[in-house]
Structure formats: structure tokens, C-alpha cells
Nanobody, 122 residues
């Protein structure tokens, strides 16, 4: 079992940056693909980014490519999402999640955090 706790959300102006973190418990963190998803009010949850267990493969939604960077530190059991050039449409509740195997966009991740709110003002 892996428990995930996100942090780092907040209110930022358009064009600004935020760095989200996800702290994972459990010794098996390094064996899982990790991802970030987000859900805006009234919208379905959507994929943002994913990283393979060994951090050698990353994958991004087109809407964030070039602006967001996903990374992980398996020694510290942490996952991060650096978000630059933020836009109002990035406003959402951001979740980290973990799964076995490499199917980054699929929504059937096994472990989910509670989410951290990101609000981008125009």
C-alpha cells in the first residue's frame, strides 16, 4: 500500500510558477509509474503528466508540454511537478497517483492523493 500526500498548491497570477510535491509512504514507491492529474470545477479529471519508475521516461498532456516538468526522487519517495507560465485554464485540483506498468494516460491508477488546489488569476 502506498499513501500519497500532495502539497504546494496556491494562488498565483498568470505567467507565474508553482511547484507541487507529492510525498509517498511505503517502500515500493520506486516500483510505480507516477502521474499527475487535475480536475477543474464542472469538468472531468484529466491527465497532466507521468514519469516511469526509473525516471527515464516522461509523458505530458499537450496542454502543458513545454511549461510543466515532472520529476521524482526515489531515495526520498517524492514526486514533483514544476509548473511555469501558468494560465487561468490551469486552475484545478491537482492529484498525484501511482500505478503499475506504463499506461500513463489511463485513469485506473491504483493509488491517489487527496489533491492540492491550484488557482491561477488573470
Amino acid at each position: 500500500q502506498v499513501q500519497l500526500v500532495e502539497s504546494g498548491g496556491g494562488l498565483v497570477q498568470a505567467g507565474g510558477s508553482l511547484r507541487l510535491s507529492c510525498a509517498a509512504s511505503g517502500r515500493t514507491f520506486s516500483s510505480y509509474t507516477m502521474g499527475w492529474f487535475r480536475q477543474a470545477p464542472g469538468k472531468e479529471r484529466e491527465f497532466v503528466a507521468a514519469i516511469s519508475w526509473g525516471a527515464d521516461i516522461t509523458y505530458y498532456a499537450d496542454s502543458v508540454k513545454g511549461r510543466f516538468t515532472i520529476s521524482r526522487d526515489n531515495a526520498k519517495n517524492t514526486l514533483s511537478l514544476q509548473m511555469n507560465s501558468l494560465k487561468p485554464e490551469d486552475t484545478a485540483l491537482y492529484y498525484c497517483a501511482g500505478r503499475s506498468g506504463w499506461q500513463p494516460r489511463a485513469d485506473d491508477y491504483k493509488f491517489w492523493g487527496q489533491g492540492t488546489q491550484v488557482t491561477v488569476s488573470s
